[in-house]
């Protein structure tokens, strides 16, 4: 017969403060040592702009920006976040830093219900920040681990493909 080792469950309340910067602001927060940034960010910092869709790193609804780098939020503890600068798509919005991504996505109705589109966001700004004519083969390839269910993928391509292009003969992001 297996037992059961009741100490354990002295665990279960266990919490860890963690400290980061997001979006700019520093903060401190306690959480349990298992808790997912993407949870950590919606529920504890109510940054709902992330989404947690298949929670299994293969959807991209989660994607944030850490130490600049996209990152599926629901792949990580939030402990593993301490001491980084993470940016969510609030903070990426509010900074203007994708405000011609946005732009486009809107003009070409690259979006319908959006629950896709601030992961698609996040990782087209971060594919346009290392690719600065990224092909439209290159687009396809980089928004291959993003879902979208309903707006098909060819307007998303068109708008990155769009700003792209923008960017190089304006000289740079807007
Ligand atoms: S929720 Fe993270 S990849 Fe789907
Ligand atoms: S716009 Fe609905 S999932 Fe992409």
Do not use: W
Request: charged share 25%; hydrophobic share 40%.
């Amino acid at each position: 017969m297996i037992g059961f080792d009741e100490s354990l469950l002295d665990d279960a309340d266990e919490t860890v403060r963690v400290r980061f910067t997001i979006n700019g602001r520093k903060v401190a927060c306690e959480v349990a040592p298992r808790e997912t940034l993407v949870d950590c960010l919606r529920n504890v910092l109510e940054l709902t702009g992330t989404h947690a869709g298949c929670e299994m790193g293969a959807c991209g609804a989660c994607l944030v920006q850490l130490d600049g780098r996209a990152v599926h939020a629901c792949l990580m503890f939030t402990v593993q976040a301490d001491g980084a600068r993470i940016d969510t798509i609030e903070g990426l919005t509010e900074s203007g830093v994708i405000a011609d991504l946005q732009a486009e996505f809107h003009r070409r109705n690259a979006l319908q219900c959006g629950f896709c589109t601030p992961g698609m966001l996040v990782n087209a700004h971060e594919l346009l920040s290392q690719v600065t004519r990224p092909s439209r083969e290159d687009i396809r390839d980089a928004l291959s681990g993003n879902y979208c269910r309903c707006t098909g993928y060819e307007a998303i391509v068109d708008a990155i493909d769009a700003v792209a292009k923008a960017r190089i003969e304006s000289g740079g992001p807007t």
